[in-house]
T-cell receptor, first 112, second 111 residues
Framework: GQQVMQIPQYQHVQEGEDFTTYCNSS?????IQWYKQRPGGHPVFLIQ?????EVKKQKRLTFQFGEAKKNSSLHITATQTTDVGTYFC????????????FGKGTHLIIQP | NAGVTQTPKFQVLKTGQSMTLQCAQD?????MYWYRQDPGMGLRLIYY???????DKGEVPNGYNVSRLNKREFSLRLESAAPSQTSVYFC??????????FGPGTRLTVT
């Protein structure tokens, strides 16, 4: 079945350092969504990318969708303790209504 | 608006017991979903409902049944719980191909 691979599994950074997580697929993705889950919480939607080469920014967060639509990345500039959590990428399949296929997530751990 | 609500928040079952997880949304979304989250596995789709009156299997449906009671409510039933079903269960809703809104989750332990 289709798979969305996400790396790294864990990332330790010092507060103020940058952070990047990558999402890769062997097949062309129809779209990519990014979610954040705080420890003990539920996934919260961050953004959706649809177009080849798309780049979107939300304050310190930058999201990119590859030109071939087979990879995506989330970059956080100057991490803060509020950024702690697990970041997931997910694909909504072509049909749309049949759920998301999630990557396994990247756990961001920030040391003050 | 409450968004997506789930009950119960926590549950402990013995092997072989049955239970129903409840989910409701007040955003008038057509699509609803059940996922399970296990350590190191991300979220995996159990069942989904594209609209009232329809349900379909996701990636890991074995051992579960669902009911889309009306547009607001989507329940997940474990007929005979097994330790392998120990997990955190999330319900979500959305409009097609848009962001999904997740409930707070049910933490289920089967002993």
């Amino acid at each position: 079945g289709q798979q969305v691979m996400q790396i790294p599994q864990y990332q330790h950074v010092q507060e103020g350092e940058d952070f990047t997580t990558y999402c890769n697929s062997s097949t062309t993705l129809s779209n990519i969504q990014w979610y954040k889950q705080r420890p003990g919480g539920h996934p919260v939607f961050l953004i959706q990318l649809v177009k080849s080469g798309e780049v979107k920014k939300q304050k310190r967060l930058t999201f990119q969708f590859g030109e071939a639509k087979k990879n995506s990345s989330l970059h956080i500039t100057a991490t803060q303790t509020t950024d702690v959590g697990t970041y997931f990428c997910a694909e909504a399949r072509v049909g749309g209504a049949d759920g998301l296929t999630f990557g396994k997530g990247t756990h961001l751990i920030i040391q003050p | 608006n409450a968004g997506v609500t789930q009950t119960p928040k926590f549950q402990v079952l013995k092997t072989g017991q049955s239970m129903t997880l409840q989910c409701a949304q007040d955003m008038n979304h057509n699509s609803m979903y059940w996922y399970r989250q296990d350590p190191g596995m991300g979220l995996r789709l159990i069942y989904y409902s594209a609209s009232e009156g329809t349900t379909d299997k996701g990636e890991v449906p074995n051992g579960y049944n669902v009911s889309r009671l009306n547009k607001r409510e989507f329940s997940l039933r474990l007929e005979s719980a097994a330790p392998s079903q120990t997990s955190v269960y999330f319900c979500a809703s959305s409009e097609v191909r848009y962001e999904q809104y997740f409930g707070p989750g049910t933490r289920l332990t089967v002993t």
